[in-house]
C-alpha cells in the first residue's frame, strides 16, 4: 500500500491552484468540474507520477473551524520535501509568501512553516544527507 | 506578582521555553512544542504546553500577540528586572502585592 493522494483544504480553488502551481511550483494533473466545485489535483514536476495533493475545496461546515485553530496554533496542514529549506525560504520570501515558523534546525532536519494564503499552513522539511 | 514570577521559574520545562523564546521570539506553539521534543525530547502534549504558556502568561513573562489569524508568543524580561533589583538594589520598593 502506499499514498496515492493527500489533500488540503482550500478556501478558493482558483487561487490555490495559483499558488500551488506559480508560488510553490507544483504542476496541475487533474481538473475535472464537479458542480460547482472540480476535482483539482497537482503533482511535483520531479515526479509527476508520484502522490498527487488533491485541492479540496474548504465548503463542508467543519473545515472552517478546524482550519482556523490549527493555523492559530501554528500547526502545519501538510509537509513537503524540498532539497533546501533555507533556499525556499529564500526563494518563497521574496515571491512574498508569510512564513509563521522561519528555518528552525532541529537535529538532522531542518523545517520551516508557510502560510498558503487559502487557509492552511505548509510545512517544509529537508533531512540532511 | 513576584509569587508569580518565582512559580512560573520554578519548572524545567518553562524555564525551556523561556531559554528558546530567548533564542528567537515570535514563536508559534507549534514551533515551541517543536523545539521541546526535538532539542530536549520533552515529548509534552500540545495541551501541557498550552498550560505552561498560561503560566508564563499570568507571570508576565510571557506576552502572546495576533497577527491576523496566528497566534505567537515573546518572552518579557521585565518581571525578571523587578525580582533582582528587590536584592540587588534594596532601596527599590517591594512588590507585595
Redesign the interface.
Known sequence: MRIHITSVFVDDQDKAMRFYTEVLGFVKKHDVPVGADRWLTVVSPEDPDGTELLLEPSGHPAVQPYK?AL??????AASFAVDDVQAEFERLRGLGVRF???P?E??S?T?A?LDDTCGN?IQLVHTKA | MAEDVFKALADPTRRRILDELAERDGQSLFEICTRLVTKYGLGLSRQAVSQHLAVLESAGLVVSRREGRYKFHDLNTEPLERVMTRWLKPDAAEDIS
Open positions: 482556523t493555523v492559530e496554533d501554528g500547526i502545519p509563521t515558523q522561519e528552525l532541529m537535529g532536519i523545517s512553516v499552513l
